[in-house]
T-cell receptor, first 113, second 112 residues
C-alpha cells in the first residue's frame, strides 16, 4: 500500500484479555518498528524487525508482550493478559533497510478497562 | 538508555510569529530527525539531518544539527494555524544502530 497501515485503529478490552495489533508496512521496506506512546508522552521503542528477524526485543516491557513478522511484511504485536497500564497508542513504522527515516502508521489506540 | 531533552514542552504563539524549539542529548547522535504529529495521527517526518553543522530547510521550517552532535533545533517562520501539533525530535546513534530515541515533544498552539 501507499503508507503504513495499522489495525484496529481503536481497541477496547477488559483487563486480562489478550489483544493482537496488526501492522502492514510500506511495500519494499525491510525494517519494521513498534513504538508505544502513552498519553502526553514521547515514543517508547518496543521492538525492531529486519526482515522476519527481531535483532532487538529489549524494549518489550514484559514477557506478556510478543511480536512476530511473516513474509518480510505484516507484523503482529500481541499483548497477553492485558493490564490497565498497557493502555496507550501503539505505533508501527517502517523504513528502507534500517534507514533512520521512519514512516509511521496512524497507530492503534488500546484501552484496557 | 539514551534520553533526549526537548524544550519547551508547550508553546502558545500568535499567528505570524516565528517559533524555535530544541533538543539536547547527553550522548552523540549521527542523525537527527524532526517529526510532527497531529491529533489521532502518526508522526510525519519533517526534516532529517545527517552531518554536524548541517542546516536544512523545508519550506518555512529550518533545522540544524549541532556541532557537538548532541543537540538540534527546529525553527518555524511565520506560523500559521495548521502548524498546530506536537513536534518531536529523534536521534539515531550511528551506523549499524537502527533505534531512534525520541524526545517528549513540544506542543505548539497557534492563536489566530
Amino acid at each position: 500500500g501507499a503508507g503504513v497501515s495499522q489495525s484496529p485503529s481503536n481497541k477496547v478490552t477488559e483487563k486480562g484479555k489478550d489483544v493482537e495489533l496488526r501492522c502492514d508496512p510500506i511495500s519494499g521496506h525491510t525494517a519494521l518498528y513498534w513504538y508505544r506512546q502513552s498519553l502526553g508522552q514521547g515514543l517508547e521503542f518496543l521492538i525492531y524487525f529486519q526482515g522476519n528477524s527481531a535483532p532487538d526485543k529489549s524494549g518489550l516491557p514484559s514477557d506478556r508482550f510478543s511480536a512476530e513478522r511473516t513474509g518480510g511484511s505484516v507484523s503482529t504485536l500481541t499483548i497477553q493478559r492485558t493490564q490497565q497500564e498497557d493502555s496507550a497508542v501503539y505505533l508501527c513504522a517502517s523504513s528502507l533497510g534500517g534507514a533512520p527515516e521512519l514512516f509511521f502508521g496512524e497507530g492503534s489506540r488500546l484501552t484496557v478497562l | 538508555g539514551q534520553q533526549l531533552n526537548q524544550s519547551p514542552q508547550s508553546m502558545f504563539i500568535q499567528e505570524g510569529e516565528d517559533v524555535s524549539m530544541n533538543c539536547t542529548s547527553s550522548s552523540i547522535f549521527n542523525t537527527w530527525l524532526w517529526y510532527k504529529q497531529d491529533p489521532g495521527e502518526g508522526p510525519v517526518l519533517l526534516i532529517a539531518l545527517y552531518k554536524a553543522g548541517e542546516l536544512t530547510s523545508n519550506g518555512r521550517l529550518t533545522a540544524q544539527f549541532g556541532i557537538t552532535r548532541k543537540d538540534s533545533f527546529l525553527n518555524i517562520s511565520a506560523s500559521i494555524p495548521s502548524d498546530v501539533g506536537i513536534y518531536f525530535c529523534a536521534g539515531q546513534p550511528g551506523a549499524g544502530s537502527y533505534q531512534l530515541t525520541f524526545g517528549k515533544g513540544t506542543k505548539l498552539s497557534v492563536i489566530p
